[in-house]
Structure formats: C-alpha cells, structure tokens
C-alpha cells in the first residue's frame, strides 16, 4: 500500500522566471474510466496517454482481478481485453485502492452491480473517506454491503445482485464519484437509471459510456443540474481511447508561471471540457494572462495549449456553484491567491472536507505556516494576499494528499524562503513526473534523496 512507502520530505526554493513548454499527463478521470469501461466491454481496448500515476495503476490491478486481461505495451499505451459485464469474476484477493477516491468509488459501482463479491480496501487516507454516499444507492440498487469498516468505510465486501434494480437517484452531494457509481451498476439493469444532480459534474462517464456504445441521454436540470438516463443491459462496444492531458496538473505549473516573475510558458494539450476549468475562469478573472491556442479535439474532448505569462494577481469572490468545475483546483487556487493583492473569498468548499485529507483545514494550516493571513468561516476560505509569501516556516503537512503536496511546493518558488513539505509521495499517485516537469520549466524543487536535475536560482 502507498501509506507504506517512507515519507520523502521535500523543499521549493525562490526560482528564475519559468520558460518553455511541458505536457502534463494524462486525465486521471479519463484513466481510470478507460481501463474500468475497458473491463465492461467484450474486445480490445487500446488507450493512449494512459496516466501511470499509482491511483489509476491500482484500478488496472482491480480490472484484472475482475477478468480483464490488462498490458502495458508501451509508456502511456495500453491495452484492456475485457471480458464484458457477464463474465466479471470475484477477485481471490482484497483490491488494494492504494490512496484512490475515484478508482475505488467507481469499482464499488462495477462490483455492487454485478453478481460477483469484492473486499476493497486502501490506505490511511482511503479508510478515512466516506463510502456511506456510495453504498447508500447501491443498497437501493439490490447491492448488499457484507461487511464495512465503521460508518460504512474500507475495508469493506460488497456483493451484487443478478440484476440490478433500476432506480431514480439524486445524488446528495455534487460528486462525479457517486454518479458514476451509479450508472456503472445501472449497466446491469433491466430499464433506465436516472442520476439526477442538482449541480452539473464532470461528465465523462457519460460521455464515454455513450462512445463505448451505451444508450445514455443528458439533460438540464433546474438551474445549475442535470438529469442523466441509462438503458440498463447494452452491449458496450471496445473501442479507443486517446487521453488527453489532465487540467488538474495542469494547474500546478499554470499557478508557478502565475506567481514567478518574468514567467512564460505554453502547457500543451489540456482538456478544456467546461466541465473542469473553473480554476482558469476563476484566475483570468483575477487578471491572470492566461489564452488558449491551437484548441483542437481529442477522443472527444476539446484540448488546447495554454499560454501563461506571470501576472499580478488580484482577490476574487469565488461562487459556490462554480466548485464542481474546480474542486480539486482549492489548494492550488488558494496558492495563487496568497500571491494575490487583497482578498479571496472561495466559497461553499464543505466537499472539500472529504478529499484525500480535510482539504480546507490542510490549505489553512499550510498557508498560516507560510505566513499568509487566511481563515475559514463555515464552508469559505478566505486568503488575504498581500502580493507576496513570506515562506520559511514548520514544514507544512500534506496528511497523504498529493494537492496539498504539489500545491506548497508552488508556493515556495516565488515566496520569499524556501517552503518546505513533510513528505512528497504521495505526488506519485496523480503526477509521478511533477518534480522533473517543474524542474524542467527551471523550477527549484528538491526531493530528499533526490539530485536536482535542472537548476534554477537559489
Ligand atoms: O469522478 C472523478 O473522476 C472525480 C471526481 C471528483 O470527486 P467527487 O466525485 O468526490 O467530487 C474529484 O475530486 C476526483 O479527483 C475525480
Ligand atoms: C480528490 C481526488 O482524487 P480521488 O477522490 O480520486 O482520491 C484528487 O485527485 O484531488
């Protein structure tokens, strides 16, 4: 398990002006759907661009636990022979989910829909998140929960029916996870699951079902919602997948080049879907230079360069409703406003309570520890910038979350000491390259045990 791995404590030192080009990997949600789609539909699967981040390699493991015959046939390339929903076996073995919310969550939905038992289990991180908002539709969907963790946490056995019943869902928080899981064990209904969300998540479960060959239609919900109806029982269909880089990594060097004066750099080929760039909607409005180019369509998915030039930063009011776009964009976002003149209020973050650690307590304490005046009242964060970080304090704590992790490491380049983290690992599970890719843009990052590759200023 990742949690077991020793802590590699690191350190981000005052760095030149960013330059050059870099491409991110790839989505992470799009990975992990790719190989658990892959597994659903009888054929070969072939996915290019596929993250090898540990959280996606973790749900490759759990697909071929399940029947799916997974290869690695080259860096990002990769191939799924799957065995289609009626030949899922029951795994010998505890799928181990390492640190992954979304690999796990979705792989419930698959077991919990199928008749077939699963033990699903993860690290520290993992056995802290709620599953409770998971195992509650899939119960109503014929799912039977044999054993859990208190408050319905991992370790837990779940079992499917032979059939799931196909029900009405709205889902009780705004999260991807709990609507996918949903229409993974709809599959195996016989009639329409409907997922109902009062605000619009990311969407490419949806969308892919549809290009794996499932009958899926989408459609507003009140004002800010949608309705999502699946015919239970298709024949998904092999296909391709080309995996377009992840806006969520993105992010990190978007913010660096932000922050760093004199910055300018181009990050080539990131997804756009409206669904997930919150954070630029949110940054350009806080004066950030940020243009898109060469937009163009991959698998899908709309894609573009993005070119950002150092910017002075002012405080925003960030809606509530905009936080499904951006969720996993705080930490970085609250970096970019502690660089900012004046204050950022970034409302409704209650979902970010459940992330990989408390989110909202972990960016204040970090940001405190930087220096950086910040507080929370009830679900807001409010940063007051002060167009710069003073940096060098305690190490801030990254309690197993790799945005946490990748986040501080940002602020360090431009405060003004060194910003140190306990521990870097956990960085492997969404963006293994993230120290070399920031080195390589002249970012001055050390990893201890690690020999700096790319210098910058100290
Ligand atoms: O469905 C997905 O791929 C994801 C959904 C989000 O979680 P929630 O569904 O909990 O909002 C996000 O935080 C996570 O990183 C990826
Ligand atoms: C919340 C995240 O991931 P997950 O829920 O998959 O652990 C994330 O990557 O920020």
Redesign the pocket.
Known sequence: MSSSLPPSPARSRRSGALTGRARVPGD??IS?RSLILGLLSVGETRIEGLLEGEDVLATGRACAALGATVERLAAGRWRVSGVGVGALKSPAETLDFGNA??GSRLMMGVVGGHPIEATFDGDASLRSRPMRRILDPLEKMGALVVSAAEGGRVPLTLRGPNRTIPITYETPA?????K?AVLLAGLNAPGVTTVIEREA??DHTERMLKAFGAEVTVEPHGAHGRAIRLVGEPELRATQISVPADPSSAAFALVAALVTPGSEIVIEGVMTNPLRTGLMTTLIEMGADVTLSDVHEVGGEEVADIVVRASRLAGVDVPPERAPTM??EYPILAVAAAFAEGETRMRGLH?LRV?ESDRLAAVHAGLLACGVEARIEGDDLIVTGKGGVPGGGEPVATHLDHRIAMSFLVMGLASERPVAIDDAAMIATSFPDFVPLMRGLGAAIDVEGQVELHGASS
Not at 174 to 178: G, L, R, V
């Open positions: 992470k949600s992990h919310g979304t705004p999260s991807a996870q709990i996918s998540t990311r969720i996993d979902e992330k």
